[in-house]
T-cell receptor, first 111, second 116 residues
Framework: TQLLEQSPQFLSIQEGENLTVYCNSS?????LQWYRQEPGEGPVLLVT?????EVKKLKRLTFQFGDARKDSSLHITAAQPGDTGLYLC???????????FGTGTRLKVLA | GAVVSQHPSRVICKSGTSVKIECRSL??????MFWYRQFPKKSLMLMAT?????????EQGVEKDKFLINHASLTLSTLTVTSAHPEDSSFYIC????????????FGPGTRLTVL
């Protein structure tokens, strides 16, 4: 069974601080996605990374895919209250069409 | 962008009744739709994968007779929770993939099911 472990599970920080969320697995993924979900809504796709070592930036968010395509990180610079939400990574297992979701990281940014 | 809708957004039903949830791709043809279940403050758990015109593929531990999935057209998939019980209460989310972007799934807004 492929598992994606995210750390930390919960994070409460002050506005303006930086943070990093990790997504780790022992399995290789052909691609990996990051989502943000707000209560009572479906996940919203933030980014897809495909190549090992790839780095993508989306404003204050920086995403990195591990060289071996087994792990990924999400770094947020100068967090804002609007960044509050559940962050989920999801890996596409090689040779399949199914995404495996990570355990989730709940972020709360205090004003 | 691709839009996926779900109906209803919330449903409350009595124990023993069946509930149908619809998932529609509004502006693209979805060759594959996925159904997920999410418990409070937890991640998404894949329940089943449905391809238009064929039987759904269920994940291990998911009862196919309990959760009936029909993917009758390229824009509609339905999930029917049969003989619902309180433990079936959850947030159910669908996602859809199209031929043009087979590695991208577009999520619906979810359906909150409460079984009394």
């Amino acid at each position: 069974t492929q598992l994606l472990e995210q750390s930390p599970q919960f994070l409460s920080i002050q506005e303006g601080e930086n943070l990093t969320v990790y997504c780790n697995s022992s399995s290789v993924f052909s691609s990996l996605q990051w989502y943000r979900q707000e209560p009572g809504e479906g996940p919203v796709l933030l980014v897809t990374v495909v190549t090992g070592g790839e780095v993508k930036k989306l404003k204050r968010l920086t995403f990195q895919f591990g060289d071996a395509r087994k792990d990924s990180s999400l770094h947020i610079t100068a967090a804002q209250p609007g960044d509050t939400g559940l962050y989920l990574c999801a890996g596409l297992a090689s040779g399949t069409y199914k995404y495996i979701f990570g355990t989730g990281t709940r972020l709360k940014v205090l004003a | 962008g691709a839009v996926v809708s779900q109906h209803p957004s919330r449903v409350i039903c009595k124990s023993g009744t069946s509930v149908k949830i619809e998932c529609r791709s509004l502006d693209f043809q979805a060759t594959t739709m996925f159904w997920y279940r999410q418990f409070p403050k937890k991640s998404l758990m894949l329940m089943a994968t449905s391809n238009e015109g064929s039987k759904a593929t269920y994940e291990q531990g998911v009862e196919k007779d309990k959760f009936l999935i029909n993917h009758a057209s390229l824009t509609l998939s339905t999930l029917t929770v049969t003989s619902a019980h309180p433990e079936d209460s959850s947030f159910y989310i669908c996602s859809a993939q199209g031929e043009r972007s087979p590695d991208t799934q577009y999520f619906g807004p979810g359906t909150r099911l409460t079984v009394l």
